[in-house]
Nanobody, 124 residues
Framework: VQLQAFGGGSAQTGESLRLSCVASGRTFERDAMGWFRQAPGKKREFVAA????????YYSDSVKGRFTISREYGRSKIDLQMNHLSPEDTAVYSC??????????????????WGRGTQVTVSS
């Protein structure tokens, strides 16, 4: 079972990037999926999550209004559209799937499967 995140890279302040996460080995259409990030020297941070049907989305305060998470109903692929990027968004972004895990969408302990992550670097 693998979650593969791709689409990271470098951007200037104010620019946009789009991340995608695709599952292989099993499907997660019945599971919540989300994005977390970790900057050097900092703890892992919740970014965004979406319900299995794609009808409910959750965001951290730091990205609300700038980032949009999406998924098509019944698919194990999620996207994260990141607009108005700032250097504070620089981190390794990892996607995750709950696979039956319980708890808050914002809590990393809810998620049982994790992708390796993709680097996002924003320069001023």
């Amino acid at each position: 079972v693998q979650l593969q995140a791709f689409g990271g890279g470098s951007a200037q302040t104010g620019e946009s990037l789009r991340l995608s996460c695709v599952a292989s080995g099993r499907t997660f259409e019945r599971d919540a999926m989300g994005w977390f990030r970790q900057a050097p020297g900092k703890k892992r941070e919740f970014v965004a999550a979406i319900s299995h049907a794609g009808t409910s989305a959750y965001y951290s305060d730091s990205v609300k209004g700038r980032f949009t998470i999406s998924r098509e109903y019944g698919r194990s692929k999620i996207d994260l559209q990141m607009n108005h990027l700032s250097p504070e968004d620089t981190a390794v972004y990892s996607c995750a799937a709950s696979a039956g895990g319980t708890g808050s969408y914002m809590d990393y302990r809810k998620y049982r499967y994790w992708g390796r992550g993709t680097q996002v670097t924003v320069s001023s």
